[in-house]
């Protein structure tokens, strides 16, 4: 008999769930604190055709913020509706299919969270990070920021950091990315997103330290050099807001091996914030010690190539004496 080698599944039939591809801009990082700005959505089949477009400004009704990042002044966005005024209808476009967005953990809690500020939920039980998927698949780019993945596809990006042009480059890049995942044969990273007890989803409730992290079983090799790759082993720590919640980020960096430790000292490898020039005591004192400082997407791009350190010989079981103790003089 002649063994027949069957060629990998087309993703459409391996992945069978509709989508919604998602992008927002926001006043900042923050789902209790900040707002969103802007919304695009573009709804495909499981096969990537897409089936409808919707997009809008919103008016935050508070500072937009950095406004230099996605040019959204106060001018722009006067007479935009309210995040209440297209709930439903946001809703609607999410309903039944699965959230797709480029670091999509951020772009879910930031919607959830405009929901729950207004009394409501969304109607959203998975989500896929491309930006987790596109790590997983080999592609050898010295960035997996959308702008890398649209120019090693040949996807024109004409606006960054703008919410319907994300979502569109995002979209065209969806099928490709899907496919090469089928031909690999992967399991999507599929992200429940929480459902409560009436089967409406609501927003996950965000990372609070339950116990410390596991030991490193790693010897740590120091800290990062410019340009160099991450190493098991490493120290690394966190500060201030991020879009990833926090406990995917530090569950990501121990099952790649690092060290995450809550305070930064000599030992540090790495210090992870989005906003080096904060005055919290993390990043003064990486300030004070010359700590190597790199923003979360930076980081999230070294975390997909880390490289194997040393192991730690396991400490010798201890052994206790079962002899019988010898009776004293006074027994």
């Not at 004409?158 to 890049?173: G, P």
């Amino acid at each position: 008999m002649s063994a027949e080698v069957l060629a990998p599944p087309g993703f459409a039939a391996r992945f069978r769930r509709p989508y919604a591809v998602v992008d927002v801009e926001t006043t900042g990082l923050s789902p209790t604190r900040d707002r969103v700005l802007s919304i695009a959505v573009v709804l495909t089949a499981a096969d990537g055709t897409v089936e409808h477009r919707w997009s809008t400004l919103l008016d935050p009704g508070c500072d937009p913020g950095p406004v230099h990042i996605h040019g959204l002044t106060r001018q722009r966005l006067a007479g935009s509706p309210t995040f209440a005024a297209v709930a439903d209808e946001v809703a609607g476009l999410l309903a039944g299919r699965v959230l797709v967005a480029h670091n999509a953990a951020f772009d879910w809690r930031m919607l959830a969270g405009e929901a729950m500020r207004i009394g409501t939920t969304l109607p959203v039980e998975w989500r896929l990070c491309t930006l987790t998927l596109a790590s997983w698949l080999g592609l050898e780019l010295p960035s997996l920021r959308l702008a890398s993945l649209a120019a090693y596809w040949g996807v024109v990006q004409r606006r960054a950091h703008d919410a319907q042009d994300d979502a569109e480059v995002l979209a065209t890049l969806l099928p490709r990315i899907l496919q090469r995942a089928a031909d690999q044969y992967l399991e999507l990273p599929l992200t429940r997103c929480g459902v409560d007890r009436d089967g409406v989803t609501v927003r996950p409730p965000r990372f609070a330290a339950a116990g410390r992290t596991p030991p490193c079983r790693y010897r740590n090799p120091g800290r990062l050099d410019p340009g160099a790759a991450l190493v098991q082993g490493m120290r690394v720590a966190f500060s201030g807001p991020t879009r990833t919640e926090r406990g995917e980020l530090v569950g990501r960096a121990v099952a790649a091996g690092l060290h995450v430790t809550e305070t930064v000292s000599r030992r540090t490898s790495l210090l992870v914030t989005n906003d080096a020039r904060s005055v919290t005591r993390k990043v003064r004192t990486a300030a004070l010690l010359n700590t190597p400082v790199r923003g979360e997407e930076d980081f999230l791009e070294l975390l997909a190539a880390v490289r194997p350190g040393i192991l730690v010989p396991a400490a010798p079981p201890v052994r206790h004496d079962r002899r019988p103790r010898r009776p004293t003089p006074d027994a």
